[in-house]
């Protein structure tokens, strides 16, 4: 959708490496969702976040969303070939039903 | 079992041909939804249903019809393909306490 911009669009990094990933919103979100998704695969859920500065973590994945409630961040510490595939971000733009996505960030972890 | 099920998984079809994507869930939420996965497009909204007389259109309706024939089975129709339909179809059911989604293992339609 293009309501939810995701930055970088791919993304190669060595493993042990931190790498960050970026949800950009120009509304307010109601709740920001993210997920990962093997290759052709279905889509695995990570964490949720909903209120502005709010921040969870998960082994070593980290998520953050900002005060303003648009944009998040999804940061990988100490990157494993396990945690490659395509990680998006969805989110309820308002008060509405619609469940949009990001268009994904492609991640490549080299041993 | 798995929560989310869709059938077929895989699908090889010509132009102008009917298809049909079905789509069962045993998590007994209300809401259901039917997403397509392009390549650098992310997951985009074709349809989504709040209960079996709430039909809604998503930002790509264009080509699609939607059947929701219980409260857990919901499915995607294409009256007459096209390649440019070829993707990966996605249905979900949404959480409406945690808001999450739960997807299917997907449908991989291609369109000759």
């Known amino acids: 959708s293009q309501e939810l911009e995701q930055s970088p669009q791919s993304l190669i990094v060595q493993e042990g490496k931190n790498l960050t990933i970026n949800c950009t919103s120009s509304k307010t979100l109601y709740g920001l969702y993210w997920y990962k998704q093997k290759y052709g695969e279905g889509l695995i859920f990570l964490m949720m976040l909903q209120k502005g500065g709010e921040e969870k973590s998960h082994e070593k994945i980290t998520a953050k969303l900002d005060e303003k409630k648009q944009q998040s961040s999804l940061h990988i510490t100490a990157s494993q070939p396990s945690h490659a595939g395509i990680y998006l971000c969805g989110a309820v733009p308002n008060t509405g039903n619609q469940f949009y996505f990001g268009t994904g960030t492609s991640l490549t972890v080299i041993p | 079992d798995a929560d989310v099920t869709q059938t077929p998984r895989n699908r090889i079809t010509k132009t102008g041909k009917r298809i049909m994507l079905e789509c069962s869930q045993t998590k007994g939420h209300d809401r259901m939804y039917w997403y397509r996965q392009d390549p650098g497009l992310g997951l985009r909204l074709i349809y989504y249903s709040f209960d079996v007389k709430d039909i809604n259109k998503g930002e790509i309706s264009d080509g699609y019809s939607v059947s929701r024939q219980a409260q857990a089975k919901f499915s995607l129709s294409l009256e007459s393909a096209i390649p440019n339909q070829t993707a990966l179809y996605f249905c979900?059911?949404?959480?409406?306490?945690?808001?999450?989604?739960?997807f299917g293992e997907g449908s991989r339609l291609t369109v000759l």
């Open positions: 979900a059911t949404r959480d409406t306490n945690t808001g999450e989604l739960f």
